[in-house]
């Protein structure tokens, strides 16, 4: 008897994880296609900017905000295509969207690779621009306008 509950309870089990299997799949590809960051470090980076602009931040110190090892931060806008970036040699494939009030940064670690960050004024309530690319050092970012829906940060020209 016990053995027949057991063949009875195998075939929902079985229904059960396939269906959860597809479920997960079809949730990451909608999670990745609707603009959701692609990476831990992108989530980071994205609620540390919200959370500082949300504060009421006259400033942003990217390099306290985005965690790992980088060494170089550059401005990637979808718009504007790959970039190429000399000091590594390399042209990086754009991080941002193709969207109004879009923004997007490459964060290049040591050896070249790339940790792209994109975000917008619609989903993160941040403007970000920097201009070209920054050392670590320099990545900072200054408060050049905040209107109810976003806060515009950028290097004053």
């Known amino acids: 008897m016990h053995n027949a509950a057991a063949r009875t309870l195998r075939p929902p089990l079985a229904k059960s994880l396939l269906a959860a299997f597809f479920a997960l799949c079809i949730g990451t590809l909608a999670w990745?296609?609707?603009g959701a960051?692609?990476?831990l470090a992108e989530w980071r980076f994205l609620r540390n900017v919200e959370q500082a602009a949300a504060a009421g931040t006259t400033g942003l110190d990217l390099a306290t905000l985005m965690p790992?090892?980088?060494e170089m931060?550059?401005?990637s806008d979808g718009g504007d295509g790959p970039?190429?970036?000399?000091r590594f040699g390399r042209t990086y494939e754009a991080a941002g969207l193709v969207q109004e009030r879009s923004w997007g940064l490459l964060f290049i670690a040591p050896d070249g690779t790339p940790i792209p960050v994109a975000g917008s004024c619609h989903a993160q309530g941040v403007e970000?621009?920097?201009a070209g690319c920054k050392d670590r050092a320099e990545a900072a970012v200054t408060l050049l306008n905040r209107d109810p829906a976003c806060a515009y940060f950028g290097t004053p020209l």
């Open 32 to 34: 990745l296609n609707l």
């Open 37 to 39: 960051p692609g990476s």
């Open 68 to 70: 790992g090892d980088w």
């Open 73 to 75: 931060v550059c401005d």
């Open 83 to 86: 970039k190429y970036v000399q």
């Open 128 to 130: 970000l621009s920097i």
